[in-house]
C-alpha cells in the first residue's frame, strides 16, 4: 500500500532545482524525533512524497518517491557536521534517514496560501496552525488534490 507524505526544505539549503539535478538523495539531517519515526516506522520503498520549498513563499515544487527505507543517519556521527549528535553512535543511532527519488517538479509551485484556501486540504497536517515538522504524512485524498493544482496552468490561483 502507497502512502503519502510532504517533506520541507529551505530552498537555499537543498532545492527542487538541486534535487533534479542530483536525482537521488538523502534526506538526513532531520532532528524532530516524531518526523523522524514518521521516516523510521512508517516510510516505505515506493511511497510517494510532495517537496515543498518553506521559507520564502512557501509551496509544494515537485514530487518524489521513496527508494531507500531508514537506516542511521550518518551526520549524526560526524562531528564536523551541523547535524552532529553527540549521542547518537553507530552502534545505538538516534537518528534515521531515507533516500528519496526525484520525480518531477511541479509546472508551478502550489503556494501555501493556494493550500489554505484549497477545498478538501482543510485536515492537512501542513496547515494546522504551530505545525512545524519537516516529515509529515498526507492523505491519499489530499495528496490527488494538490497534484491536480500543480497541473493546472501556470496563471491560476496565485
Same mark, same amino acid.
Not at 97 to 100: A, E, L, S
Not at 155 to 158: C, E, I, L, Q, Y
Given at each position: 500500500m502507497t502512502r503519502?507524505?510532504?517533506i520541507k526544505t529551505e530552498p537555499g539549503c537543498y532545492s527542487i532545482q538541486d534535487f533534479a539535478r542530483d536525482r537521488i538523495t538523502s534526506w538526513d539531517g532531520v532532528?524532530?524525533?516524531q518526523a523522524r519515526n514518521f521516516m523510521k516506522d512508517d516510510m516505505r520503498h515506493g511511497d510517494? +512524497?510532495?517537496f515543498y520549498h518553506s521559507v520564502t513563499n512557501p509551496s509544494v515544487v515537485g514530487l518524489a518517491r521513496v527508494v531507500k527505507e531508514a537506516y542511521p543517519d550518518h551526520t549524526a556521527f560526524d562531528p564536523e557536521d551541523r547535524h552532529f549528535d553527540p549521542r547518537s553512535t553507530p552502534e545505538k543511532p538516534r537518528w534515521f534517514? +531515507? $533516500?528519496?527519488e526525484f520525480v518531477s517538479q511541479f509546472p508551478r509551485p502550489i503556494p501555501l496560501k493556494e493550500l489554505r484556501r484549497t477545498p478538501g486540504l482543510e485536515d492537512m497536517e501542513l496547515l494546522r496552525k504551530g505545525s512545524r515538522l519537516s516529515v509529515m504524512p498526507v492523505s491519499e485524498e489530499a495528496f490527488s488534490i494538490i497534484i491536480e493544482l500543480a497541473k493546472e496552468n501556470d496563471?491560476?490561483? $496565485?
Open positions: 503519502y507524505w510532504l532532528r524532530n524525533y510517494m +512524497v510532495l534517514m +531515507v $533516500d528519496i496563471n491560476a490561483k $496565485d
